[in-house]
C-alpha cells in the first residue's frame, strides 16, 4: 500500500518562504517519478515540479525561479523549497508519485499515488 503524507504549508507574507515534505511509504520510491501539483479554489489542479529517479527536474513557469524539488532517498521524502512566495501561490498542494517509465517524468503527465495535501497560504 502506497502512502505520500504532505507538511510544510501554512500562511506566509508575501516574499517569505516555505519548504513542503512529503513522506513516502510502501514502495520502491527511489525509482519513481515524484511531482508537486497544487490547486486554488475555483481553479484546475496544475503541476508545479517533478523530479525523476536521476534527480531531474521540470518546473511550471511561473515558479521555476522560485521553486526547488528535490528528494532524499535515504529518508523518503521528497521536498519543494518555496522562496519570494506571492499571494497567487495560495492554494491546496499535492504530492504526487508514479512508477511508469513510458513517460516523462513532468508535471503533464498522470500520476498514481497521491497525498491529502497542505494548504499554503500567501498575503
Known amino acids: 500500500h502506497v502512502q505520500l503524507v504532505e507538511s510544510g504549508g501554512g500562511s506566509v507574507q508575501a516574499g517569505e518562504s516555505l519548504r513542503l515534505s512529503c513522506v513516502v511509504s510502501?514502495?520502491?520510491?527511489?525509482?519513481?517519478?515524484m511531482g508537486w501539483f497544487r490547486q486554488a479554489p475555483g481553479k484546475e489542479r496544475e503541476g508545479v515540479a517533478a523530479?525523476?529517479?536521476?534527480?531531474?527536474?521540470t518546473y511550471e513557469y511561473s515558479v521555476k525561479d522560485r521553486f526547488a524539488i528535490s528528494r532524499d532517498n535515504a529518508e523518503n521524502i521528497v521536498y519543494l523549497q518555496m522562496i519570494n512566495l506571492k499571494p497567487e501561490d495560495t492554494a491546496m498542494y499535492y504530492c504526487?508519485?508514479?512508477?511508469?517509465?513510458?513517460?516523462?517524468?513532468?508535471?503533464?503527465?498522470?500520476?498514481?499515488?497521491w497525498g491529502q495535501g497542505t494548504q499554503v497560504t500567501v498575503s
Open positions: 504526487a508519485a508514479d512508477s511508469y517509465r513510458g513517460s516523462a517524468c513532468s508535471g503533464s503527465r498522470s500520476f498514481t499515488y
Open positions: 510502501g514502495y520502491r520510491y527511489s525509482t519513481y517519478c
Open positions: 523530479i525523476d529517479a536521476d534527480d531531474s527536474t
